[in-house]
């Protein structure tokens, strides 16, 4: 009988742990964890380059890329051409440039204010600071502003390497067929990345590099790899090309 009791109880011990008695209860499954915001995008200092000027350029290169001559404001008539809808289609860029109805805009390289006052319409409540280097569109802009009886156009004078803004003062920027003009790219991406506000974006119009049947002067297009390069070294992230223009680019640009 002495020897049954410990088997006995060695047997009883065995059916309790095969049953699970004794187990240890399984940790409650965790909590997924939060999505980490998109890493940071930090500027990239990259020099100028400089070599023999090509007919349209001004042998300054940036990220490989020659810097185009300026068209300036003699060329006020061709950014009002009556067939530039028919070309260039700036009436679906518009409707995608989505803004707040208070939304505060810098149309950089505004010229003859053509995007201007039609964005104007958009924010009822905010307004578009058309900013241009060239007194003389700023008069032009001061005069058609008066005529159409717009009041939330603000004409502003820049200059070549600064939008001359205070710090995160833009919900959006908008730049048609200018950057490439820009002489000094990388001080002008500076100071836009310091007017606009966290999560501001660029609106970025180019006519496409990468198509030999856009009719315009290879100077005066861009590619989408050569824009990405340019705008992400200088801190900006590429959120998409929306593609819906016949000539040109669409290309968004964040700042985070």
């Known amino acids: 009988m002495s020897r049954l009791v410990p088997l006995l109880a060695v047997l009883i011990l065995a059916i309790i742990v095969s049953w699970g008695w004794f187990r240890t209860p399984a940790p409650a499954a965790a909590s997924p964890a939060p999505a980490s915001p998109p890493p940071a995008v930090e500027p990239v200092f990259v020099e100028y380059t400089t070599g023999p000027a090509s007919p349209d350029g001004i042998g300054k290169f940036f990220h490989g890329r ?3 001559q300026v068209m300036g404001h003699r060329g006020i008539d061709w950014l009002e051409r009556s067939n530039r809808e028919q070309e260039e289609a700036p009436s679906r860029a518009i409707a995608a440039i989505d803004l707040a109805p208070d ?17 104007a319409e958009k924010v009822p409540k905010g307004k578009i600071i058309a900013v241009d280097i060239e007194p003389k569109m700023l008069e032009f802009l001061r005069a058609r502003s008066a005529e159409l009886g717009v009041t939330n156009v603000e004409p502003h004078l820049g200059s070549i390497e600064d939008v001359k803004l205070p710090a995160a003062s833009l919900d959006a920027a908008l730049m048609v067929d200018a950057y490439h003009e820009f002489s000094h790219p990388r001080e002008m991406l500076a100071s836009l990345r310091h007017a606009l506000k966290p999560g501001g974006r660029i609106f970025l119009l180019e006519f496409r590099g990468e198509d030999p049947k856009v009719p315009i002067k290879p100077l ?6 050569q824009a990405r390069l340019e705008l992400e070294s200088a801190g900006f992230r590429f959120v998409s090309n929306l593609r819906p223009l016949p000539w040109q680019h669409f290309m968004i640009f964040e700042r985070p």
Request: net charge negative; hydrophobic share 40%; glycine share 12%.
């Open 103 to 119: 939304a505060v805009l810098a149309d950089i390289g505004a010229g003859s204010g053509y995007y201007s006052f039609r964005l």
């Open 220 to 225: 005066h297009k861009m590619t989408e790899a």
């Open 66 to 68: 020659e810097i185009s």
